[in-house]
């Protein structure tokens, strides 16, 4: 567990225009992928809560193809910078014969989306990507097949632009670390 000063500096490592400008390159990105989908079936969107709520609303808006949005809640850090090791998740979603796209905040183990992507998955959708705004490869655990991914990582604690620390830092435009 990291302990945070309380004079400890928060280190910017993505500014917000910089992170404006890859979220737009990965909507490009996925709309050409995606661009047999239609109205009446259009892209499956799911965030994954609570730390990609900002990152999906602006992926949102940069897909130019249809598309509907979902949220599950997925968690197992509380409270901790390290992930407790058990993933509670809670949803109600329907994925069968859906093209669906999970959108996360970051991949540090994999655990998370091992655990999701088994879960959906087993719904059969007619295919299942995944779009993550940082992974950090260094921390892996179980092998994840990322289809779109923003920045690769250092194995630093960040925060910012959705992301927390104890429920904090999430409305920051921008992604940092803390250094002292």
């Known amino acids: 567990m990291i302990a945070i000063e309380a004079d400890a500096l928060l280190t910017p490592l993505f500014s917000e225009e910089t992170i404006r400008n890859r979220v737009e390159e990965l909507g490009a990105a996925i709309s ?12 499956y969107l799911i965030a994954v809560l609570k ?14 193809v249809p598309c509907t949005v979902d949220f599950l809640f997925a968690s197992s850090y509380g409270t901790a910078t390290i992930s407790s090791g058990t993933v509670a998740l809670h949803h109600s979603l329907s994925v069968a014969n859906r093209h669906v796209l999970l959108i996360e905040d970051i991949i540090d183990t994999g655990l998370t989306l091992r655990r999701i992507t088994e879960e959906l998955s087993a719904q059969h959708p007619a295919s299942l990507g995944i779009c993550t705004l940082l992974d950090k490869p260094a921390r892996r655990k ?8 923003g920045f690769s990582i250092p194995d630093r604690f960040v925060v910012g632009y959705g992301i927390d620390y104890g429920e904090q830092y999430r409305q920051l435009p921008f992604i940092g670390f803390f250094s002292s």
């Not at 661009?35 to 892209?43: D, Q, R, T």
């Open 142 to 149: 179980h092998p994840v097949r990322v289809a779109y991914s």
């Open 51 to 64: 730390g990609a709520f900002i990152f999906a609303a602006d992926l949102v808006r940069a897909i130019t």
């Open 32 to 43: 050409g992928d995606f661009s047999n989908v239609s109205e009446a079936e259009p892209l």
